[in-house]
């Protein structure tokens, strides 16, 4: 099986989709960590939505969140 240019430069990102660059991961398991099942959360949109342009943040992870 040969692998996508992701998995042979990110090896990690075969077993979940992402990678150890992704600083989305981290950003939303931070804010998950901080909320519970009735908390409230404003997106203020800040950004230009840059992410949207980067194909690491497509990942399944990023995609659910």
Not at 29 to 48: Q, W
């Given at each position: 099986?040969?692998?996508?240019s992701?998995?042979?430069?990110?090896?990690e990102?075969?077993?979940?989709g992402?990678?150890?660059?992704?600083?989305?991961?981290?950003?939303?398991?931070?804010?998950?960590?901080?909320?519970?099942?009735?908390?409230?959360?404003?997106?203020?949109?800040?950004g230009r939505g840059a992410?949207?342009e980067?194909?690491v943040?497509s990942?399944?992870?990023?995609?659910?969140?």
């Amino acid at each position: 099986m040969a692998l996508k240019s992701k998995e042979r430069f990110y090896p990690e990102a075969i077993f979940d989709g992402f990678t150890d660059i992704d600083g989305m991961v981290v950003f939303f398991y931070r804010v998950n960590s901080l909320l519970d099942s009735s908390s409230a959360v404003l997106d203020v949109g800040c950004g230009r939505g840059a992410c949207s342009e980067n194909p690491v943040s497509s990942t399944p992870f990023s995609q659910v969140c």
